[in-house]
């Protein structure tokens, strides 16, 4: 669980965090979408209004960029694909490929925009609270049929409360095994079935157990959710947001 | 089917994407590429629950990451993830497990239908992972092959190896409640 709390929500009273989670989540997803269209002066632009979002959010720059490590090496990774992979201007020649000047170009134009996503994503996540983002999608879901959006609610706060419980549990049969001598082993299914096989059945042993308390509860989907505000605040945020993808697309 | 199984169900598609989303950390490290367990639960989802419920957990599990929770690989989350680089292969999960669920079902859970259901399912996720890469980075289709999807394909073998005995081993654990009960309507 120390990964997972590691991207969480991260309590304050910022502008950001005191925003309707709705306003917050059409935000994201309409600054995703133009952002994926976005040119050079529409990227800078879109750079410094995330540099003060997440200045607002308060996360220190270090501890983002320790988080999105993984995220960077796979950019570099289509940085350099591209570069070697487009026709046009030639920078660096080897023997089995050529680094092209418009490679370079369009490489870091792609990167520049995934990257813009991602750092908008957490800047929503460090803001809004699990419960609030739950309720949120939960009140975009109720119009569209065939959808319980009560059931599913429900069963995001049930993951939730899984996941730690399944890393206690794989730690423990890990830890078990390497006392064993498992590292002997070299075959992958080997390992693969020995430590799937007792997580699976030990988590699904648990989750039986909480099956069980939720009917001894007599649990029923009708709850009742936090309550989601908006004020005069989130429209004013949402002019700001709609302009911003206006220009993003025109430019 | 009645409200208790129904809530058993419910229970166990949870705990399933819960799987799926420690899949994401979860990795066994053999060789240079580490082998990631995510996609080995998506295909136990399908092999264990059925189509309908196995499409439920995985849907459960995007909408978690959808909404922002950090369950998707490499530790993010968050709707922009749909429109990254591996958005395709997050939808194609959906499809998948329900192509798996479907075939698993209908032929009656025997082995070699197991593994052609889940090669199946590899193949849709797959389809949709390349493709929807393929236009974010504007690739050509070799380049995209390489880099998408050869370097993860023993991984995916040795995953179907390992999906089947694990199945083979739940099916009894999952299976007992739902006949109690249907023993207990027919007794009303």
């Keep these: 669980m120390d990964e997972l709390t590691a991207f969480g929500f991260y309590p304050a009273g910022s502008l950001l965090h005191r925003l309707d989670a709705r306003f917050k989540l059409v935000f994201l997803v309409s600054i995703s979408i133009?952002?994926?269209?976005?040119?050079?002066?529409?990227?800078?632009?879109?750079?410094?209004?995330?540099?003060?979002?997440?200045?607002?959010?308060?996360?220190?720059?270090?501890?983002?960029?320790?988080?999105?490590?993984y995220f960077i090496v796979f950019l570099l990774l289509i940085c350099f694909v591209r570069s070697i992979s487009t026709q046009g201007?030639?920078?660096?020649?080897?023997?089995?490929?050529?680094?092209t000047q418009e490679g370079i170009r369009d490489g870091i134009l792609i990167s520049w925009r995934l990257l813009l996503v991602v750092?908008?994503?957490?800047?929503?996540?460090?803001?809004?609270?699990?419960?609030d983002i739950r309720a949120g999608v939960a009140w975009f879901l109720k119009p569209l049929p065939f959808i319980p959006h009560k059931k599913v609610a429900t069963m995001i706060g049930l993951v939730v409360r899984f996941v730690?419980?399944?890393?206690?549990?794989?730690?423990?049969?890990?830890?078990?095994?390497?006392?064993?001598?498992?590292?002997?082993?070299?075959?992958?299914?080997?390992?693969?079935?020995?430590?799937?096989?007792?997580?699976?059945?030990?988590?699904?042993?648990?989750?039986?157990?909480?099956?069980?308390?939720?009917e001894a509860r007599c649990y029923s989907e009708n709850r009742s959710d936090p309550d989601l505000s908006s004020g005069v605040h989130d429209w004013f945020a949402a002019v700001v947001v709609f302009f911003l993808c206006v220009f993003t697309i025109v430019l | 089917m009645n409200s208790a199984s129904q809530m058993h169900m419910m229970v166990y598609a949870s705990l399933l994407a819960a799987l799926t989303a420690a899949g994401a950390?979860?990795?066994?490290?053999?060789?240079?590429?580490?082998?990631?367990?995510?996609?080995?639960?998506?295909?136990?989802?399908?092999?264990?629950?059925?189509?309908?419920?196995?499409?439920?957990?995985?849907g459960v599990y995007l909408l978690a990451g959808a909404c922002?929770?950090?369950?998707?690989?490499?530790?993010?989350?968050?709707?922009?993830?749909?429109?990254?680089?591996?958005?395709?292969?997050?939808?194609?999960?959906?499809p998948a497990a329900f192509f798996i669920g479907m075939i698993s079902e209908r032929t009656g859970h025997r082995v070699v239908f197991d593994i052609l259901a889940?090669?199946?399912?590899?193949?849709?996720?797959?389809?949709?992972?390349?493709?929807?890469?393929?236009?974010?980075?504007?690739?050509?289709?070799?380049?995209?092959?390489?880099?998408?999807?050869?370097?993860?394909?023993?991984?995916?073998?040795?995953?179907?190896?390992?999906?089947?005995?694990?199945?083979?081993?739940?099916r009894p654990v999952i299976k007992p409640k739902g006949r109690e009960e249907c023993v207990i309507n027919q007794t009303k």
């Design chain 1, 119 to 131: 750092l908008f994503g957490m800047a929503f996540i460090a803001t809004t609270r699990p419960s």
């Design chain 2, 68 to 94: 922002g929770l950090p369950v998707f690989a490499g530790g993010t989350g968050g709707i922009g993830k749909f429109l990254g680089p591996t958005g395709g292969y997050l939808l194609g999960f959906l």
């Design chain 2, 118 to 170: 889940m090669i199946g399912g590899t193949l849709i996720i797959y389809i949709f992972g390349i493709a929807w890469l393929m236009v974010v980075t504007g690739m050509s289709l070799v380049k995209t092959l390489a880099v998408g999807m050869f370097p993860f394909l023993i991984g995916d073998g040795l995953k179907i190896a390992a999906a089947v005995p694990v199945a083979r081993a739940l």
């Design chain 2, 25 to 58: 950390y979860l990795a066994i490290p053999i060789g240079p590429v580490p082998i990631v367990l995510q996609n080995l639960f998506i295909m136990l989802a399908g092999l264990l629950l059925g189509s309908r419920w196995a499409m439920a957990s995985v």
């Design chain 1, 34 to 69: 133009a952002g994926l269209r976005a040119e050079w002066l529409a990227l800078v632009t879109l750079t410094v209004f995330a540099g003060i979002v997440l200045l607002v959010s308060r996360r220190s720059l270090f501890s983002i960029l320790i988080e999105i490590r």
């Design chain 1, 89 to 99: 201007t030639c920078l660096i020649k080897t023997m089995f490929f050529s680094i």
């Design chain 1, 164 to 214: 730690p419980v399944i890393f206690n549990q794989a730690r423990e049969t890990a830890n078990a095994q390497k006392a064993r001598g498992i590292e002997n082993r070299k075959n992958p299914v080997y390992r693969l079935v020995r430590l799937g096989l007792p997580l699976v059945r030990r988590t699904f042993e648990n989750a039986d157990k909480l099956a069980l308390a939720m």
